[in-house]
């Protein structure tokens, strides 16, 4: 069974400019979280999606969003890069539906670098 | 709000040392814990979980309990390899809540192993 996939693996862009990133869950797998890990922050919760709807949001100022397809694929997006979102992003997907109890299984991330 | 808290690393040890990662949490419902692994490049990945108070969690000969009186979960492996080398998370979620996707996770300790 393939796990979860990002890409691209590595992105480089420049202040000002827009990102979006992409997220494809274990097959079955209808719930996405994404992930911020930085150095001095370490790893931040951005959102959730379940079913095409964002049922939780970290902390995050509006520029970042995100958005869930039919068939539970995540992306999400960065506007008006800066210098700080210098980041690894990871996106996770969970099988269970129901309830709290989560398990979460992690993609290898996408290194964004903002020059 | 929620928080967990790691010993401070980095911790360098020579093979078939014993190992204690210490993690305590603060959280207003009742958890569940997790310790994650994160190898050089990698995304995180589970190592071992308990849902409960007393609860041991077990995997690759690590083993963590939970214990809700001194609200602790510290990570400990009788004789760790170089193979054991990599970034250890401690987290939790929050399952009294609506914390959909959401871990909160500690600032991660790096453990070297040595021949």
């Known amino acids: 069974k393939a796990g979860v996939t990002q890409t691209p693996r590595y992105l480089i862009k420049t202040r000002g400019q827009q990102v979006t990133l992409s997220c494809s869950p274990i097959?079955?797998?209808?719930?996405v979280s994404w992930y911020q890990q930085t150095p001095g922050q370490g790893l931040q919760f951005l959102f959730e999606?379940?079913?095409?709807?964002?049922?939780n949001k970290g902390n995050f100022p509006g520029r970042f969003s995100g958005r869930q397809f039919s068939n539970s694929r995540s992306e999400m997006n960065v506007s008006t890069l800066e210098l700080g979102d210098s980041a690894l992003y990871l996106c996770?997907?969970?099988?269970?539906?129901?309830?709290?109890?989560?398990?979460?299984?992690f993609g290898s991330g996408t290194q964004l670098s903002v020059l | 709000g929620d928080s967990v808290t790691q010993m401070e690393g980095p911790v360098t040890l020579s093979e078939e040392a014993f190992l204690t990662i210490n993690c305590t949490y603060t959280?207003?419902?009742?958890?569940?814990l997790f310790w994650y692994v994160q190898y050089p490049g990698e995304g995180l990945q589970l190592l071992l979980k308990?849902?409960?108070?007393?609860d041991k969690g077990s995997n690759k000969g690590f083993e963590a309990t939970y214990r809700k009186e001194t609200t602790s979960f510290h990570l400990e492996k009788g004789s760790v390899q170089v193979s054991d080398s990599a970034v250890y998370f401690c987290?939790?979620?929050?399952?009294?809540?609506?914390?959909?996707?959401?871990?909160?996770f500690g600032q991660g300790t790096i453990l070297t192993v040595h021949p």
């Open positions: 996770a997907s969970s099988l269970i539906v129901t309830g709290p109890n989560e398990k979460l299984f």
């Open positions: 097959s079955g797998h209808r719930s």
């Open positions: 999606y379940f079913s095409e709807t964002q049922r």
């Open positions: 959280a207003t419902g009742y958890p569940s």
């Open positions: 308990a849902t409960k108070a007393d």
């Open positions: 987290a939790l979620f929050d399952a009294g809540g609506t914390s959909y996707g959401k871990l909160t």
